[in-house]
């Protein structure tokens, strides 16, 4: 029963920020099950990627239901995400280790501030603004910094997709949750995959827990997220990456 409780609201933030805000699950998850269950480190994160996969990829179906998605600059971003993910890795692996593991929580605290204090107000007429193939180099850029900041420090792909797109790239809201979680589905699968055929399958029960969780709360919460205005998405934005934030803060230092 312990078990089951721990996961579901693991579960509840990990969908939560996924259909809010195209959260990685990684970010609340893997501290929820290394602090409370005790699971290893690499089996927690496997576990969280996993939860991940469905919970991106229904959510990105909601959010392209409601043409709030960019698939052909987001498969052009994917690729570029997961190519210099691995060379992020490999020089990660040539440097010592760093303290920049808390970076990713730091910036979804910081990230739903921004949201509460300045919102993302960008229409998509503004986004139609900008040429094909402009977009199309933006994209590649930005994946290859998003990529390899993932490789390098492990983490943080989701706050850094969704910073980017509405930053740099000038997307709106949905359109830029939308576009980041359906990447995260690709990326979480790859992750999912590559950490259990390395280390091999993980407790079954907490993995169905997690995933069944956190698919739920994604749904919910990319329902909601469609059918809100923008200035009520960017509160409910802001208000969930930052509460998620301070949380994983204080199990951090409860671990």
Known sequence: MYKFVICFLAGIGAGLGTGFAGMSAAAVISPMLITFLGIPAYEAVGIALASDVLA????????????????R????????VLAFTLVGSFVASLVPNTTMGSFSVFMT?????????????????SMAAVSAGKRVVQSIICGTIVGFICGFIGAGGGMM??????????????????????IMTFTAFTGSV?????????????????????????????RFANK???????????????????????????K
């Open 56 to 71: 991106s990829a229904i959510s990105a179906y909601t959010y392209g239901k409601n043409k709030n998605l960019d698939i």
């Open 73 to 80: 600059n987001g498969v052009i971003m994917m690729a570029a």
């Open 109 to 125: 605290l910081m990230l739903g501030i921004k949201f509460i204090v300045k919102p993302v107000m960008t229409t998509k007429e």
């Open 161 to 182: 997709m969704l910073l980017i797109l509405t930053g740099v790239l000038g997307y709106e809201l949905k359109t830029a949750v939308g576009t980041s979680v359906f």
């Open 194 to 222: 590559s950490h259990f055929a390395i280390g091999g399958m993980p407790d079954i029960w907490c993995l169905v827990f997690c995933v069944a969780s956190t698919l739920l709360w994604a749904r919910i919460a990319a």
């Open 228 to 254: 809100a205005s923008a200035v009520t998405l960017n509160r409910a934005t802001g208000i969930v990456l930052a509460v998620l934030g301070a949380a994983i803060l204080l199990v951090n230092y409860i």
